[in-house]
């Protein structure tokens, strides 16, 4: 079976003289619990997986950049103890004002609520740009701002607050490729998996690592080196299938939200429309039906398979 080893930092790829990635080496920290893993040591393995998160360190060390033309989200939290610990669903807030509510611009993005148990909401808003550059929106003073203005028996306040706030990156729209070559696998937040729609990212992560392991399970059982490299590079091709269509119809539904006036004209209008407001639902959420389904499974499947994957 597997050997998961704690308390061991890996701190870059080993590769043949050529470029395929062999390995990893790795030093032990203060919280190593194996035997004969004293000081800085290497590993080898058929086939390398790069699942650690947005910095990738494995994929930028042998030069998978991300793709600055790709979708970026920021997204902050804190938990707050509160009486909406007791809600039944989660909230979301379409109305994120860079300033003073009903006076400034909305940001494309969204508020969330969510019960997490033992007296504890999740709070937080996540915003997203379809560049990766860096914007000059400060996400904390927003949040702030949202805090200011949401009711006070909500208990929102920092003597309720529990932790400290907490941002991160979102990388999405597969802003980081190809996700596999030479010996090395991107999963998840490393391959840039986010929904540019919605900022999940979780779900992506998952099912990235089932479409792995399905592949990495039948590399294992070719005889030949060119029938393992065969099957290994039906996982980008798997993913694109799942996802590509969907996340370049998210690259322009971004492009669009980025612009305060159309934002307004879609929270001003949209929102009071059921029909409309359903078909956004399963959009945004990722909840529609691959196959089958209703009249929105349908008209989204339409979409996706009309413009090109990502």
Not at 21 to 30: H, K, L, Y
């Amino acid at each position: 079976g597997a050997r998961l080893l704690t308390g061991v930092t890996v701190t870059g790829p080993v590769t043949s003289p050529t470029g395929r990635v062999t390995g990893v080496e790795a030093r032990p920290t203060n919280r190593v619990a194996y035997p004969g893993i004293e000081g800085p040591t290497t590993f080898t393995a058929p086939l390398v997986v790069d699942a650690g998160g947005v910095s990738a360190r494995l994929a930028t060390a042998v030069g998978r950049i991300k793709n600055e033309r790709r979708p970026m989200g920021v997204a902050v939290r804190a938990y707050f103890r509160s009486p909406r610990a007791k809600d039944a669903w989660m909230e979301s807030r379409l109305e994120l004002w860079d300033g003073t509510p009903g006076k400034s611009d909305l940001l494309p993005g969204y508020g969330w609520i969510w019960s997490v148990g033992e007296g504890l909401v999740n709070v937080g808003l996540g915003s997203v740009s379809s560049r990766a550059q860096a914007t000059s929106i400060d996400y904390r003073a927003v949040f702030n701002r949202w805090m200011d203005n949401v009711p006070a028996s909500w208990g929102f306040t920092q003597e309720n607050q529990v932790g400290g706030l907490v941002s991160a990156a979102l990388p999405m729209a597969f802003n980081r490729k190809p996700h596999y070559a030479d010996g090395l696998m991107l999963l998840g937040d490393a391959g840039g998996m986010v929904s540019p729609f919605n900022g999940e990212g979780i779900a992506q992560a998952l099912m990235s690592g089932r479409l792995a392991a399905q592949a990495a399970a039948q590399a294992g059982a070719r005889t030949t080196t060119s029938g393992r490299e065969q099957v290994l590079a039906q996982y980008p091709k798997a993913l694109s299938s799942e996802m590509g269509g969907y996340y370049t119809l998210g690259r322009v539904f971004v492009a669009l939200i980025e612009h305060p006036e159309v934002m307004r004209l879609c929270t001003r209008y949209g929102l009071p429309r059921k029909r409309l407001m359903k078909l956004v639902t399963k959009l945004l959420s990722d909840g529609w039906e691959r196959r089958g389904g209703d009249g929105i499974d349908h008209f989204i499947q339409l979409l996706t398979r009309m413009v090109p994957e990502a």
